[in-house]
């Protein structure tokens, strides 16, 4: 047993290594025919407000890949992020999104309706992210008070500083940010007082299991009082159920996004959805 072991461990040759790193591979050169012919498509996941009024909706990237079918972000966003293809990729994003405001903008039942875009660490640290951001604004014809921009904690490394300055910038002209996935990254609570943040949002991994997990619990509640205490919006992700959400609103939490209220989904039944509410 032992022997085996040592045999594996200074084993240079991996077949198996060989394969993944075969396929990794595979996938960037996919993705980069994928960026050239334009196979990706955005869902929209509703966000609801406390009354079970849709109030915006989260954007979500979808890869249609010719031979594999669909593929979720969670797969390649990682060598997108690697590869440096998400700077067009989330271009793409943030302008279809802004095309998408203005024309809802044009129409008296989705007038309302803010949009919110995740933004890659990588993307927000590109020196002309602000720049590129406001002409995209400018060029759909978006109300930037629409646009709401979902950074992560991994922005917050290093060079906050520089963070700091592009937010208030990007804030300038009316848009607003939202924390993903707060809690599971490394922010200190030193930053979250400086950064000039709109929203927190409950990770998906509290919200799971919020009714049987005391801990998890804990977290939600803190997350809730903690954006009180600093003035922002909190929104949980991941509600599945209405239990999860009444123990949240018991707590102060009101605005929620999950499967219970809407996967998320195609632009047609996305729109369908606010009119049928
Ligand atoms: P995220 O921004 O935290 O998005 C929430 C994820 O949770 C989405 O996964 C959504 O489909 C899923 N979700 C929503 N409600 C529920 C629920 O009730 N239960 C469960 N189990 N899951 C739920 P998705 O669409 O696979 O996206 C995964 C991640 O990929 C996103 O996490 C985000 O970090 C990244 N991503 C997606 N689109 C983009 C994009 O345009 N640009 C960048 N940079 N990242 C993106
Ligand atoms: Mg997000
Ligand atoms: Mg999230
Ligand atoms: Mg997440």
Redesign the pocket.
């Known amino acids: 047993r032992a022997k085996a072991a040592g045999r594996n461990t200074f084993r240079f040759f991996d077949p198996s290594m060989e394969a993944s790193v075969k396929k990794r591979a595979e996938l960037d050169a996919d993705l980069r025919l994928a960026v050239q012919n334009q196979q990706f498509l ?2 929209y ?1 509703a966000q609801i407000a406390e009354a079970g009024r849709i109030t915006g909706a ?5 890869w249609q890949h010719p031979d594999r079918g669909m593929i ?3 797969e390649f ?1 990682p060598a ?2 690697e590869t440096g293809l ?1 700077i067009p ?2 271009l793409w ?1 943030l302008e279809s999104a802004c095309r998408q405001l203005a024309l809802w903008a044009k129409q008296p039942a989705m007038a309302h309706l803010s949009v919110a ?4 660490a ?2 927000f640290r590109k020196s002309d992210f602000v720049a590129q951001v406001l002409a995209v604004i400018r060029n759909s014809g978006a109300n930037p008070e629409r646009l709401k921009l ?1 950074l ?1 904690e991994s922005l917050l490394v290093e060079n906050v500083g520089e963070v700091i300055e592009k937010m208030f910038a990007l804030k300038s002209k009316g848009l607003c940010f939202s924390l ?2 707060f809690g599971t990254g490394y922010s200190s609570l030193a930053y979250l007082k400086r950064l000039p943040l709109d929203q927190l ?1 409950i ?2 991994s509290f ?2 299991d919020v009714l049987i997990d005391p801990n998890d619990a804990a977290i939600a509640r803190t997350i809730i009082a903690l954006g009180q205490s600093l003035g922002l919006a909190v929104i949980a ?4 159920t209405a239990e999860q959400r009444d123990f949240l609103s018991s707590h102060g939490c009101h605005a929620y ?4 209220f809407s ?2 989904v195609p632009l047609r039944d996305f729109e369908h959805l606010v009119q049928s509410i």
Request: proline share 5%; net charge negative; hydrophobic share 35%.
């Open positions: 955005l869902h996941q989260e954007v979500l990237l979808r979720s972000p969670a966003i997108a992020e998400i990729i989330g994003v875009v995740n933004v890659s990588h993307q979902e992560t993903d996935d949002k990770d998906q919200v799971r992700e991941g509600v599945e996004q999950g499967f219970l996967r998320p």
